[in-house]
């Protein structure tokens, strides 16, 4: 890995990396799992397959699978983020069983809202 | 349209960035931070912009991190170190777990821009052994700063080096304590010594060291990018800036919050944490840790911040938030909280060795219905001079759940020791399960699942439970379908 | 070194910058009770202030600080004598005392007791918090002491002197909460650590829970002290020899210069060779080759004789003397003086190269 | 010791050489790794891995014998490499190019060859001795008891000189004595060349001061020295001798010879406190107070004089060794009465210059008072040759390795050394009495290596026959990895299996030091 020199070899890394990403989010469905010790001992790993699978035996093939770390619904556990392409990301709780198959099939798939949705009741940094 | 009530400081990037990819933390602007405050600002600028910022400990003490920083900083030495505090040992706790487990490299800019401000450039993460992704991920994100010119020599171009090793904690609580988790550092028995003199003068290895715990890190590099006056214009006229706390117990809502300081408990307990299940009334919530105090439906108004907690025999803490509702006895639960401080005080002082375990024996009696109001007395005046002499926050703090819930439930903790009643219903060998006399049909379902047999009465006849044979364990009560069991 | 001043109990005392509220109090006469405060040496001050028995009120400070270990800071308003600080040092005996065996009556530290002093000296004859007691078995696997960890008030001045002024790091303390205690490796005896017995631990237990194990009973009241110095190396070690009825009984270590109130095995508990049976009691003459019991005149009279008829027969430097590395200056002057002036000779020396 | 104990904690390094310090010296064992958790380093040299070569950042097992070389081999490092304190030997010392000319090619691999060390663990003691801004040597019998002793100090105090480290603080060399009051009896002119202060026999001032003092007329002939009394009482030559407070027959070389000697002795006069192996051998035996029943003094390994005060009765018959040897004294026709030990000790402080400041009344008030003390307000001295070395320039004497005198060969293939336990003391006359320390340490021994043990066909505790060309014992051995396979080790403490019914004879030439520390041995299983 290229080692960054200066401040601005760093801001430009950043712009870069921004750019990919938003490129990515107008075209592909995004899908975060959490994945913190939390997420992980709920299901959360289980959940990131099964939805790769059901993805897969649906040919839906524009979806891109990330992890992150824990996004604070413990009461919610599995919790998984999808942003469709160029829409704002929406949150599912509460991720057992066939849930995870039906996200894809439905929200993923013709974006039709599934139960667990939990609302952003929050306000967050960024800079 | 739900109001937005949490503000995400610490936690702005758990949660959406990948903490495995630096990357990942490198497009929200990662180390962009550190990189202002090595190309822009001089380390004496880095100081003034922390202490502007108001920014204090989010490990429990609330001292000021510009301060703190100030100290080491001042202080002339060949070796300087930062130390992250990450032995997170409340009971109920863990948001900084999911801060090193989320965003880990948050925490290791943040400490590098410690270790620029004070003169140091070596860091020291103290994680307890138990948070094996947390190391895992924070080994992974050094090595990966380390890779890209971010951590190690000659960072980003600079004269500056800061390089950040991981020591781990056996899961001691009190080496959450700084000077104890220094002595733990050094291998010595985690037990805390009598400061001054502070880390920030003579710490690890008796060199200037400043400990800062997870959640105040995580802070830092916003702070630094947005600005003292940003940070200083959120929360109250002390208390500067956003607190994360872990919410749990008796609460709709489990998790991880992130409020601005300031916001009421009731904003907290019933908008945030969506209100107390299955109806039942709030009774208190236990802020502070096993060390801190209970606050209840009179604190409900309270803007949270460091002062307003410690008015009310409570405190900060590190964030944790037990939530209890009228099903919980006071006394009992400041009975679990001795339970909990009595195994984990490192012994090193009399009054916190011994004293623990004294005010836990009288809870204890009290709990059992031997209890006299002598006792309410004895432990008052334990309390207090145990707070008054131990040696370290842990046995200073330790009593506080018992003089909390005194101060609020005093009835509570009378009707156990004068009519040796608990009027929660918890303290078993105070309960007596009666049948209503109204309300029996005499099916003989009682009968039927005591295990102790003391259940007596014909079909159809009114049943009779004999109380010096009941065991309390409240069977025939969950099985009668009469509500003719009560237990009072 | 800056001086700073104080005020304590109303009096102002000046003192450098560094001295704890302990010394300043002594300066001006007060007395403020200790128990684990371990003032071996300047260097390595860092009190434990475990005990918390010497807690005062210092204004503006919302809890009371340990005179033992707090440095004084200019202005400050100390009160050694206040309710607060009365009710708190009751509070810390009476927790001490209610883990602590009352029987006073037969142990052999009586008299010597910290405990017992500082509880006669607050008036607590029993504790208001009586609770479970730590429960151990007696530890009387080393050769001169027995260790009953009962009577243990975990002060560790036996784990500091062991640590950081005897070096030797056999013990320490271990678990946590109320059970906390010293400990020899993995909470084995004593003899299965690497104790080599100096005593140091035992010399500095304000209780009972360390005590020499003696041949001769006595009272701590019933025994002369007097200082001198070790008869062992050439260390020169500072020390007390405990008399009881013409008898050694004891040995405690003093704040020497070279020793710094430290012994070893043989200084501390080598001492009952002194009245041993075999001690030489009287002067004997070789008669008919045996050994046989003299009076001084004669033994005297016999050397000098000897002495007398060799010089004349012989010459002087048919005599000669070896002088002793264990008898004292004044006893080493006398005996070159002997050889020299007496025998006429220089054939003097002693085994300094041995 | 040029330096005080308590200096040590101050060093940036201490050499330890020669010194078993935490057995011999507990005390000041304790300190010195007191100073090693303050941040000292230590360096130590030894034939045993001992217990500080476990606090050592450097420790070199050398051979025994051979620490000149290894002191040298530091030395020629530390000129190669520029570390020497060059200012300092300009001012303050004389005869330095002797110094480099005698080690020019005595390099670190070939100090290292001899030493069986490694030539880099030299070098990183060189290196961390000279860095050091103040460094102590601490040495003991160890680097005495050689028939080289007195040239391996003088090379000690060659390196400390090469460094800057005498007439410093915390610096210095610093030979522990290994006896209570050694230091005291050879201040007191209990040697056969020097009165008290070591004022020469043969200056004819200093006896017609002596002769003033005692009114007798002295002699001007330098006296015998220990083995030489031996030996000539084993030629029949002595015909009186009066032995105080010693054990020859345990401490001596060549016990069988010792015996022989005393046996021969005509008069044998022994004063102590127990019927010790000499003792029986005596026409007279005078039975002496120990020390808790008798007033004095004793002096320190750092030259400092402190009371020792009578807290018993003296048991049944026996008398102060002062009051015998007055009593003798004035048999002899010297009439001089002293009522107590203080009055002896006012009549030292007239004859004897370094104590001529010293009296009980200010040892009572301050403690103790370190020599030289010459007047009533002299504060004492805490380290000798501040400013300037007391003979005015440092002088280097150097001095090249030479073998021991007995090396290993065919029929006694190891080398054998001995030294101290920290259970015993001396030969036990006093340790030997208390059951604890006896229990703890009950016979002699021989420690051998697990290697020779495997080869001998020996395990721990087995009895073995440890001979030399002198002697043969039985003992136990102790089987341990302290020790390097060609070497075996005895403690001297004991009577029964005495290391010293095995040791050499020969003798340092000058101070006539008998070479304990080396012979050849064989050992045997029985």
């Not at chain 2, 956003?242 to 919050?257: A, D, E, M, Y």
């Not at chain 2, 009774?283 to 009179?298: F, N």
């Not at chain 3, 005897?166 to 490796?185: C, E, L, M, W, Y």
Request: charged share 25%; proline share 4%.
């Amino acid at each position: 890995m290229a080692k960054i020199k200066s401040l601005a070899e760093l801001q430009k890394k950043r712009d870069e990396l921004q750019a990919v990403a938003a490129k990515t989010k107008n075209e592909k469905v995004i899908v975060n799992v959490s994945l913190a010790t939390c997420g992980i001992a709920s299901g959360g790993k289980e959940v990131m397959e099964a939805m790769k699978q059901e993805a897969a035996a649906l040919g839906i093939n524009n979806v891109e699978f990330t992890m992150s770390g824990c996004m604070t619904y413990c009461f919610a556990e599995p919790t998984v983020e999808i942003t469709l392409p160029g829409k704002e990301p929406v949150v599912f709780g509460y991720i057992k069983g066939d849930k995870a198959k039906e996200l894809v099939s439905k929200y993923i798939k013709s974006g039709e809202l599934v139960d667990g949705v939990i609302p952003a009741s929050y306000e967050r940094i960024v800079f | 349209m739900v109001d937005k009530n949490q503000l995400r400081i610490a936690t702005r990037n758990t949660g959406f960035i990948d903490p495995e990819s630096v990357e990942s933390y490198i497009a929200v602007g990662g180390y962009q931070a550190l990189g202002k405050c090595l190309a822009e600002m001089k380390p004496a600028d880095v100081i003034d912009l922390m202490k502007n910022s108001g920014l204090r400990g989010r490990g429990g003490a609330g001292f000021p991190t510009g301060v703190k920083w100030g100290f080491a900083a001042k202080y002339a030495s060949d070796t300087k170190y930062v130390v992250c505090n990450a032995d997170e040992g409340d009971p109920g706790a863990f948001m900084d777990r999911a801060v090193l487990e989320g965003d880990p490299h948050n925490v290791l800019e943040a400490m590098a821009i410690g270790g620029y401000a004070i003169g140091g450039n070596k860091g020291t993460i103290y994680i307890r052994a138990e948070y094996p992704l947390a190391i895992a991920r924070l080994k992974l994100a050094i090595q990966q700063a380390k890779d890209m010119g971010l951590l190690g020599d000659n960072i980003m171009g600079t004269d500056f080096s800061f390089d950040i090793e991981l020591k781990y904690g056996a899961g001691a609580f009190v080496c959450g304590e700084e000077t104890a988790l220094i002595a733990s550092m050094e291998g010595n028995r985690g037990e805390p010594y009598t400061k001054p003199p502070f880390p920030a003068e003579a710490g690890y290895w008796d060199k200037p060291t400043i400990v800062n715990n997870v959640e105040t890190l995580a802070n830092i590099p916003a702070i630094i990018m947005k600005g003292a006056d940003w940070f200083s214009g959120i929360g109250t006229e002390t208390s500067k800036g956003t607190k994360v706390f872990c919410i749990c117990g008796k609460i709709n809502n489990v998790g991880l919050i992130e409020v601005p300081m300031g916001t009421s408990l009731k904003t907290v307990i019933y908008d945030v944490g969506g209100g107390i299940p299955d109806g039942k009334e709030f009774k208190a919530v236990q802020t502070g840790g096993p060390s801190g105090g209970a606050l209840t439906y009179k604190d409900l108004d309270a803007p949270i911040d460091y002062e307003n907690l410690v008015a009310r025999q409570s405190m900060m803490g590190s964030g944790g938030m037990i939530v209890m509702d009228e099903d919980d006895c006071m006394v009992a639960v400041a009975k679990f909280f001795l339970d909990f401080t009595m195994d984990e005080t490192c012994g090193k002082c009399t009054p916190c060795r011994i004293g623990s375990k004294r005010i836990y024996e009288i809870l204890d009696k009290i709990t059992i219905g031997q209890g006299t109001e002598a006792d309410l007395e004895k432990l008052r005046s334990l309390s207090h001079n145990i707070k008054d002499t131990a040696l370290c926050g842990l046995g200073q703090t330790m009593p506080n759940p018992v003089l909390s819930t005194m101060r609020v439930f005093e009835d509570e903790y009378r009707a156990h020791v004068i009519d040796k009643k608990c009027p929660a219903g918890v303290c078993a060998d105070l309960l007596e399960f009666t049948v209503v006399e109204e309300k029996c049909v005499g099916c003989t379902l009682c009968a039927r699942v005591c295990p102790v047999n003391c259940i007596s009465g014909k079909p159809k006849e009114v049943h009779v439970i004999d109380q010096a044979a009941c065991i309390k364990c409240g069977a025939c009560l969950d099985k009668c379908k009469f509500d003719a069991i009560i237990k009072q | 070194m800056s001086m700073l001043t104080i005020t304590i109990d109303g009096q102002a005392v000046e003192m450098p910058a560094g001295s704890t509220i302990l010394a300043a109090a002594k300066k001006v006469g007060i007395d403020i009770p200790t128990l684990c405060q371990l003032d071996m040496e300047k260097q390595f001050n860092q009190q434990s202030a475990a005990c918390r028995i010497c807690v005062v009120e210092i204004e503006k400070r919302r809890n009371l600080a340990p005179a033992c270990a707090t440095s004084i800071m200019d202005g400050m308003v100390i009160k050694t004598d206040s309710q607060r600080v009365i009710e708190a040092r009751k509070t810390v005996l009476h927790l001490m005392l209610s883990d602590h065996p009352l029987d006073c009556l037969t142990c052999e530290k009586a008299g010597a007791c910290k405990l017992q002093d500082l509880c006669y000296q607050y008036g607590i004859e029993v504790s208001d918090y009586p609770g479970l007691r730590n429960d151990y078995p007696l530890d009387a696997s080393n050769e001169f002491y027995t260790r009953d960890l009962n009577k243990c008030v975990a002060c560790r001045r036996c784990v500091q002197v062991c640590t950081n002024f005897q070096s030797t790091k056999a013990i320490a303390f271990g678990d946590r909460g109320f059970t906390t205690h010293p400990v020899a490796p993995f909470d084995k005896g004593m003899s299965d650590s690497t104790c080599v017995s100096c005593g140091n631990c035992v010399s500095v237990c304000p209780v009972g829970a360390l005590l020499s194990k003696s041949k001769e009973k006595f009272r701590s009241w019933e025994v002369s002290k007097v200082k001198t110095t070790c008869s062992y190396c050439g260390v020169g070690c500072q020390m007390n020899l405990l008399a009881k009825e013409n008898k050694v009984v004891g040995v405690e270590p003093m704040d020497g210069a070279s020793n710094s109130s430290l012994l070893c095995v043989k200084g501390k508990y080598g001492f009952n060779f002194i009245n041993h049976p075999d001690r030489l009691k009287t002067p004997l003459i070789r008669k008919n080759g045996e050994l046989v019991e003299a009076t001084w005149d004669e033994a005297y009279g016999l050397i000098a004789d000897k002495v007398k008829a060799t010089k004349a027969e012989y010459g002087n430097d048919a005599l000669a003397g070896l002088t002793s590395a264990r008898v004292t200056n004044e006893e080493n002057y006398l005996f070159q003086k002997l050889v020299r002036a007496g025998f006429g000779t220089n054939n003097v020396d002693h085994c300094a190269r041995l | 010791m040029t330096n005080s104990i308590d200096e040590l904690m101050d060093s940036g390094a201490i050499f330890i050489t020669g010194s078993n310090t935490t057995e011999g010296h507990p005390v000041i064992g304790a300190k010195i790794r007191r100073a090693k958790a303050k941040g000292t380093k230590i360096i130590v040299a030894e034939p045993r891995k001992i217990e500080l070569a476990a606090d050592a950042d450097v420790f070199l097992q050398i051979t025994p014998g051979t620490n000149i070389a290894l002191y040298n081999g530091m030395m020629s490092y530390i000129i190669s490499e520029g570390l020497q304190a060059a200012e300092y030997i300009k001012e303050r010392t004389e005869n330095y190019d002797e110094l480099v000319a005698t080690l020019a090619d005595f390099t670190p691999e070939k100090a290292a060859e001899i030493c069986g060390v490694s030539a880099e663990d030299i070098k990183s003691a060189a290196r961390m001795y000279a860095q050091a801004p103040k460094a102590a040597i601490v040495y003991a019998m160890g680097v005495t008891q050689h028939t080289t002793g007195t040239e391996g100090v003088m090379t000690l105090s060659n390196l400390a000189l090469l460094c800057g480290n005498i007439g410093i603080e915390s610096g210095g060399i610093n030979p522990l004595r290994g006896q209570n009051n050694v230091q005291g009896a050879c201040d007191m002119g209990g040697l056969p060349g020097t009165y008290p202060a070591y004022q020469s026999v043969a200056n004819p001032e200093i006896k017609a001061k002596f002769e003033k003092a005692w009114g007798v007329e002295l002699s001007d002939k330098v006296g015998l020295t220990l083995t030489e009394i031996v030996h000539k009482a084993g030629h029949g030559d002595i015909k009186v001798l009066y032995i105080m407070g010693e054990n020859p027959m345990v401490s001596d070389p060549d016990l069988h010879h010792v015996e022989e000697a005393l046996k021969n002795t005509e008069f044998l006069i022994v004063q102590d406190i127990f019927l010790t192996e000499t003792a029986q051998l005596a026409d007279v035996v005078l039975p002496a107070a120990s020390f808790a029943e008798k007033d004095g003094t004793f002096s320190n390994t750092e030259r400092r004089v402190q009371r020792v005060r009578k807290a018993i009765k003296p048991v049944g018959n026996c008398k102060p060794d002062w009051q015998i040897l007055m009593d003798l004294l004035n048999k002899l026709g010297i009439e001089k009465r002293y009522a107590s030990a203080e009055e002896v000790f006012n009549e030292i402080t007239t004859v004897t210059p370094s104590y001529g400041g010293i009296s009980y009344e200010r040892l009572e008030e301050l403690g103790s008072l370190q020599w030289p003390c010459p007047t009533p307000d002299h504060a004492g001295t805490k380290f000798l040759h501040s400013g300037k070395v007391a003979r005015g320039l440092g002088l280097f004497k150097p001095a090249v390795y030479k073998p021991s005198a007995e090396l290993p060969d065919a029929d006694y293939p190891y080398i054998m050394t001995t030294g101290r336990v920290l259970y015993h003391y001396h030969t036990r006359t006093m340790t030997g009495k208390v059951d604890g320390l006896n229990k703890l340490s009950p016979a002699s021994f021989v420690e051998i290596n697990p290697a020779l043990a495997e080869k001998l066909g020996v395990t721990d505790g087995e009895m073995v026959a440890v001979s030399t060309r002198r002697g043969q014992i039985e003992v136990a051995a102790k089987v341990t990895a302290k020790l390097k396979e060609n070497v075996i080790f005895m403690p001297f403490h004991f009577a029964v299996g005495a290391a010293n019914v095995l040791t050499n004879t020969a003798l340092d030439p000058i101070a006539k030091i008998p070479e304990y520390k080396v012979c050849a041995a064989s050992v045997k299983k029985i």
